[in-house]
């Protein structure tokens, strides 16, 4: 009876065993966004706006799923255009399911999420990649090593749930980023120029520029910032303009800010809105002289990763 107890206690021991090791292998498949999964799914749960997946390596373009042949994969709704190209998914989906959750390839190139538009897309290595629009396609496909960065960063942003992460490659520039990764605390900063007010980024329109992210209200707003980065982005880094008059560094308020000679000056409290206001012209005169020295002096240690952290005060 003794034996047999301590038999049942082993076998019990093996299959809590075997459960553990499943959970790990779908713990590393992918991080939780929310659910388990991070995939580019519409409101009903719908992955690739409703096009079947299997027909871009079959018939070798977007063909729209039927919304009554469907399978569910990795917490994501996929629909066919055949009961034929539903089994070909269900039978290997890690062959046919897109690359990096659905999304833009080119953006997670960059580290960061971006949906995706079927008419762009490519395969890669026996890989379904798509991309957002024309001008991401052409990045990616210029950059030889656009796959591998992509393959970089999709780790992280999984780990990070999909929030944006600053490539290696861009932490040489000296850029005040809270900590999701954007400029201006994630404000719109073209809407301060639009709207004449703070308005909150959204993450679905997201850019890259210099080292920093920044999020924007629409579409309209981020290819506005894309034609002309120089005309919009904040002053000295998007630090406390007048803090910088003072050769410092300091956070911002995205609620305080003010313009100069048409420069989006943005300021750490209404104390310092109001000094660096008293002589506006002489604290940007000092602040322009400070901040090449700031930049020599912070902005080649790139890969300790200081910038993704409030600056000292």
């Known amino acids: 009876m003794k034996t047999h107890f301590s038999s049942?206690?082993?076998?019990?021991?093996?299959?809590?065993?075997?459960?553990?090791?499943?959970?790990?292998?779908?713990?590393?498949?992918?991080?939780?966004?929310?659910?388990?999964?991070?995939?580019?799914?519409?409101?009903?749960?719908?992955?690739?706006?409703?096009?079947?997946?299997?027909?871009?390596?079959t018939d070798s373009k977007p063909v729209m799923g039927n919304p009554a042949i469907q399978s569910t994969w990795h917490e994501a709704t996929y629909q066919f255009a055949s009961e034929e190209h539903k089994s070909l998914f269900d039978a290997m989906p890690e062959k046919y399911a897109p690359q990096y959750g659905g999304y833009c390839g080119y953006a997670v190139s960059l580290g960061h999420l971006a949906p995706i538009d079927v008419n762009y897309w490519s395969i890669l290595d026996g890989r379904?990649?798509?991309?957002?629009?024309?001008?991401?396609?052409?990045?990616?496909?210029?950059?030889?090593?656009?796959?591998?960065?992509?393959?970089?960063?999709?780790?992280?942003?999984?780990?990070?749930?999909?929030?944006?992460?600053?490539?290696?490659?861009?932490?040489?520039?000296?850029?005040?980023?809270?900590?999701?990764?954007?400029?201006?605390?994630?404000?719109?900063?073209?809407?301060?120029?639009t709207e004449g007010k703070p308005v909150k980024g959204d993450p679905a329109f997201v850019k890259l520029y210099n080292g920093a992210f920044y999020a924007f209200a629409s579409e309209e707003h981020k290819q506005m910032f894309g034609a002309d980065p120089m005309k919009y982005m904040p002053q000295y880094g998007g630090y406390c303009a007048y803090a910088m008059s003072l050769n410092k560094l300091r956070p911002i308020d995205p609620n305080l800010f003010q313009f100069v000679n048409g420069r989006l000056m943005l300021q750490h409290s209404t104390d310092a809105l109001e000094k660096f206001s008293k002589d506006e012209q002489g604290n940007t005169m000092k602040a322009d002289k400070y901040w090449p020295k700031q930049v020599e002096k912070k902005a080649g240690k790139q890969l300790a990763g200081q910038f993704d952290k409030p600056a000292k005060k």
């Open 8 to 57: 049942l206690q082993n076998q019990l021991s093996y299959l809590l065993l075997l459960a553990l090791i499943a959970f790990s292998q779908a713990s590393c498949d992918a991080q939780a966004k929310g659910d388990q999964y991070l995939v580019n799914i519409d409101k009903k749960g719908v992955i690739l706006d409703g096009y079947d997946p299997v027909a871009f390596f």
């Open 128 to 193: 379904l990649i798509l991309q957002h629009n024309q001008k991401a396609s052409d990045g990616w496909n210029k950059n030889p090593m656009s796959l591998s960065l992509a393959d970089k960063y999709w780790p992280k942003l999984l780990s990070k749930k999909g929030k944006p992460i600053v490539p290696d490659e861009e932490k040489k520039y000296l850029v005040n980023l809270n900590g999701e990764g954007f400029i201006a605390e994630g404000y719109d900063v073209v809407a301060y120029f």
